[in-house]
Every structure is written in C-alpha cells, then in structure tokens.
C-alpha cells in the first residue's frame, strides 16, 4: 500500500493552461506538504497544511492554490501555466507539524 | 545543509568502502535534523535523524553525527553498496520557524562496483 500518493505522475501541457495534481496520504497523519525540486535538486517547500488549515505559505505565485478537502487530501492547483513551473512537485506528510516527513513519488511537469 | 550552489557536489566512492556525505547547517536554533535518501525518479526516502540533544546516532550501516559548535552534520555509510547509490539530502527543522523543515542543497552518491 502506497502511504504518500500522487497523481499524474507526469505531466506535460503548454504555457497558459490550467492544471491540478492530486495528493493524498492513508497514513493518518495532519499535516501534508507541497515542494518543489528543480533541476538542481533543490527541494523547496511551498505550502504546508495542518488538519486542512494552511500553515505555510511560502513565496509561491498565487497562480498556484492548494486545497485541502480533508485531512488525507491535499490538492495543488496552478493557473496560467509558465516555462519556470516545470520541475518535479513532491507532496509529503508527517503526524504533526515538524515531525518526519514522508515524501510521495513525485509528478514531473513539464511546460512548453 | 550544504551551499546551495550551481551544481550538485558528488561523491565516488568504492563498493565496499565507507561513504561520508556533510551537510553544514545555517540555524543554531534548529533542533532537529533528518537525512534523507532520494534514488533516481522517487521521492525522498527517511534515513535516519538525530535531535540536537545528541551527537551521535546509529541505524543499520548508517550513522549521524552532529557537531552543534561548527554547525556540521555528517552520515557515515558503512560498507557501501550498489544500491546506495542516490542523492543524499540533510534538513534541519527550525523551531523558530514553524517548525518547518529547510532541506540542504543534496550531495550524488556514486557507487562503484
């Protein structure tokens, strides 16, 4: 059973467009977490949510808008899709704020 | 963790051979440090972690040690293999930021045979 899931895992749309990407946890766990890892492999987190209240708000555009429909939910929307939002988004949730987090595998967007 | 530069620093080393991946972190508020193991196409993966109240850990093959005074984390991996190839990240949580985790730049492990 997979504990952190994301959905697609690949993604490829062009500039302009609108797109979601899923995440969802059965782990049990409050919190639950956007990043994104460029090129580089820099990990740099976006959001954090805690029992479906946002906790973190990084500098992130607000084309992108998470939503959290319930505590194993944890859903990341991007408007107006530009070149600089390809990269590889990790969703990822711990049992409470600060504790170990646990990584999904990834959805790799690529904008053209 | 380690300066976030314009490359990914890497590490070769010999199967067989002990591995020492660094990591020198920013905050002296931190109280809590995590490595974590990210192969090729997958999410990051939990190693091992380690509070500040410690300057050392040990897992199976792994070890952490932490250096509050210079600010230095490092994961010692004993008789290394094929299958550790991977990039090695450390993160460090900030208590005085919410207790966010801030992830280091990532060291590539390569393993020989």
């Known amino acids: 059973d997979t504990a952190v899931s994301q959905t697609p895992k690949y993604l490829v749309t062009q500039m302009g467009n609108d797109k979601s990407i899923k995440c969802e946890q059965n782990?049990?766990?409050?919190?639950m977490y956007w990043y994104k890892q460029d090129s580089k492999k820099f990990l740099k987190i976006m959001f954090s949510?805690?029992?479906?209240?946002?906790?973190i708000n990084e500098t992130v555009p607000n084309r992108f808008s998470p939503k959290s429909p319930d505590k194993a939910h944890l859903n990341l929307h991007i408007n107006s899709l530009e070149l600089g939002d390809s990269a590889v988004y990790f969703c990822?949730?711990?049992?409470?704020?600060?504790?170990?987090?646990?990584f999904g595998p990834g959805t790799r967007l690529t904008v053209t | 963790g380690e300066s976030v530069g314009l490359h990914l620093p890497t590490l070769s080393v010999q199967e067989g051979d002990n591995s020492i991946i660094n990591c020198a972190y920013s905050?002296?508020?931190?109280?809590?440090f995590i490595w974590y193991k990210q192969e090729s196409g997958k999410g990051p993966q939990f190693i091992i972690d380690?509070?500040?109240?410690?300057d050392k850990r040990q897992g199976q093959r792994v070890t952490v040690l932490l250096n509050k005074t210079v600010k230095h984390l490092s994961l010692q991996i004993a008789a290394t293999q094929p299958g550790d190839s991977a990039v090695y990240f450390c993160?460090?949580?900030?208590?005085?930021?919410?207790?966010?985790?801030?992830f280091g730049g990532g060291t590539r492990l390569m393993v020989k045979p």
């Open positions: 380690i509070r500040s109240n410690m």
């Open positions: 949510y805690n029992n479906k209240e946002l906790i």
């Open positions: 993160a460090e949580r900030e208590r005085n930021a919410g207790n966010m985790l801030t």
């Open positions: 905050n002296s508020a931190s109280d809590y």
């Open positions: 990822a949730s711990s049992r409470t704020s600060g504790s170990e987090q646990y």
């Open positions: 782990l049990g766990h409050d919190t």
